[in-house]
T-cell receptor, first 112, second 110 residues
Framework: ETGVTQTPRHLVMGMTNKKSLKCEQHLGHNAMYWYKQSAKKPLELMFVYNFKEQTENNSVPSRFSPECPNSSHLFLHLHTLQPEDSALYLC???????????FGSGTQLSVL | GQQVMQIPQYQHVQEGEDFTTYCNSSTTLSNIQWYKQRPGGHPVFLIQLVKSGEVKKQKRLTFQFGEAKKNSSLHITATQTTDVGTYFCAGSFGNEKLTFGTGTRLTIIP
């Protein structure tokens, strides 16, 4: 248990569906992140929130929409995804930006 | 953007043999972190190196940061089946975000 909880663990969705991924951290950290992990690719940073403010949007398509209502919670809203978006989506937090990361268990997403 | 290259991509070793993975950057790193991801799991932080030439040890694991702060290595002595997984380095350039290497997947032949 890393103190970072992600739900759901697995998600299968059609291309026309709308779903949300949830992340919660109980570590009192100020920075939270969304990463995408695909086969044979490095971990790709998608979004960074520092003190609830978005500080990084790494050229992510608009079909991915993050939300950070407070420093403990992070959401990733998904709509009209493509099959190539199928991947493991990892949430992470750190005490301050760019310090060591604590990852959640991830959501394995399959887009049909 | 900045890139961190990691080699090899895969490594198969007999149990008891040593293992090394390398990370290289074309530009100077502020610091480098190492993570381990077990099969089906998530990355777990192992260590951070900050100083030029720094060497840190964790039991059978030895981490090095190059003198020029452009490369780093992770060496495991006498591998065990529990060492199976993918090892990632992640470098920081100034105050910019962490950039992950592609990882080295280690498999152990019993």
């Amino acid at each position: 248990e890393t103190g970072v909880t992600q739900t759901p663990r697995h998600l299968v969705m059609g291309m026309t569906n709308k779903k949300s991924l949830k992340c919660e951290q109980h570590l009192g950290h100020n920075a939270m992140y969304w990463y995408k992990q695909s086969a044979k690719k490095p971990l790709e940073l998608m979004f960074v929130y520092n003190f609830k403010e978005q500080t990084e949007n790494n050229s992510v398509p608009s079909r991915f929409s993050p939300e950070c209502p407070n420093s403990s919670h992070l959401f990733l809203h998904l709509h009209t995804l493509q099959p190539e978006d199928s991947a493991l989506y990892l949430c992470a937090s750190s005490p301050q930006a760019n310090e060591k990361l604590f990852f959640g268990s991830g959501t394995q997403l399959s887009v049909l | 953007g900045q890139q961190v290259m990691q080699i090899p991509q895969y490594q198969h070793v007999q149990e008891g043999e040593d293992f090394t993975t390398y990370c290289n950057s074309s530009t100077t790193l502020s610091n480098i972190q190492w993570y381990k991801q077990r099969p089906g799991g998530h990355p777990v932080f192992l260590i951070q190196l900050v100083k030029s030439g720094e060497v840190k040890k964790q039991k059978r694991l030895t981490f090095q940061f190059g003198e020029a702060k452009k490369n780093s290595s992770l060496h495991i002595t006498a591998t065990q089946t529990t060492d199976v997984g993918t090892y990632f380095c992640a470098g920081s350039f100034g105050n910019e975000k962490l950039t992950f290497g592609t990882g080295t997947r280690l498999t152990i032949i019993p």
